[in-house]
DNA sequence: TTCATTCTATACCGAACGGTATAACCTGTC
DNA sequence: GACAGGTTATACCGTTCGGTATAGAATGAA
């Protein structure tokens, strides 16, 4: 009774959709690592795809909020970048855990049960990066349409340096820098306007 | 009686596993897609990650070769790396479905079955990529050892475009072409000498 | 003809899977 | 003292999983 169950289990379900994946973590193990019987997990989650949703909900949605708000285009898209990919670092820096979970599934087979369930998510982080781009095209003259391309390059630039920094750093606490945060978006705006 | 069953059954595994991925394809689905009884898929793979190695053997073998002399460092890091990435294009746009798994199971969980079967060829296609920066720096002076954090962010960099395209494009034949990909590698380079 | 290879059909194995039913127990609130 | 929420233990469900046992049939080479 100390702690939170429902927490609990979400935790341990974290540890374990990462470590193995989605598919092969059993319900069982989730249920005996978090010091609680199936009967309980399935009180608080109805299934166990049920359960993959809640945790992308409850560990996503601050996430997705915080990446919102840096989004917000302000007349200046290589600010308005570096705030987005700063907004990615903190969260990375906060959840690393989550945020490799997250760049699996966003790697994963697309018939997947599990790629289903973060697609929403998936779609809601292109939209906001690929407002970034709509907007500044009003300022910087059309980009040919060609703001998914961008946006999608964007993020998957971001995702690469997290992984980078995760296979070289270890697993705690995934950190980019001012500096590199600048290099990284420098680096990205070259391509676009060479 | 036509055609070879054991290379259909490499072909309906690679579809599957790249549809639904390793886990969530089954052993009796692979076997009835194949139009085969399932012990004459055990009759030629012993298990199902068995089946997996062979796929990844098969359909791996040729790639890290190709690639592996692309890699072969000729005095100009720019134009070895060119070759590298233009030997993974190649490869993508032959062999779409397999460059894609490749990136899956790249991304996948690291305690999972199917990331050890991979397991070997990122190693080898990772340390071919970082001999071409061991190699360069004997020439352009020392990277102090930042050789692999370079082959990490090179070899990321061009599955980023591999998806990119697929994701804009769709699945048939990925290519990028060679302005593209001089355009890469020179961003690339420009971020690291910057 | 013999022989190995390739493959079939069928049926089965034990284990693990996701999920549920039942019935009782604890704990705090009203 | 009644009641609701949370939780337990235990046992079970049907299904699917990876994998195998058995016994035989087609094929082509020696």
Chains 1, 2 share one sequence.
Do not use: W
């Amino acid at each position: 009774m100390p702690v939170d169950n429902r927490e609990r289990i979400l935790e341990t379900a974290l540890d374990l959709f990462y470590a193995r994946g989605y598919d092969a973590a059993g319900v069982q193990e989730i249920a005996e690592k978090s010091g609680v019987t199936k009967p309980t997990l399935y009180y608080y989650f109805k299934s166990k795809y049920g359960l993959l949703e809640q945790l992308l909900k409850s560990r996503g949605e601050p996430f997705l909020e915080q990446l919102h708000a840096a989004c917000a285009y302000r007349g200046d898209l290589r600010g308005t970048l570096c705030a987005a990919a700063g907004a990615v670092s903190d969260f990375a820096k906060r959840e690393p855990r989550f945020a490799l979970l997250l760049v699996a599934l966003f790697y994963s087979a697309r018939d997947n049960e599990a790629y289903q369930a973060v697609r929403p998510l998936v779609l809601r982080l292109q939209g906001d990066v690929e407002e970034i781009f709509n907007e500044a095209s009003a300022d910087l003259g059309n980009m040919n349409g060609r703001q998914r391309q961008f946006s999608l390059g964007f993020i998957g630039l971001v995702i690469l340096y997290l992984v980078m920094k995760h296979e070289t750093e270890g697993e705690k606490g995934i950190e980019i820098s001012g500096e590199e945060i600048e290099a990284l978006v420098h680096q990205f705006m070259h391509g676009i306007y060479s």
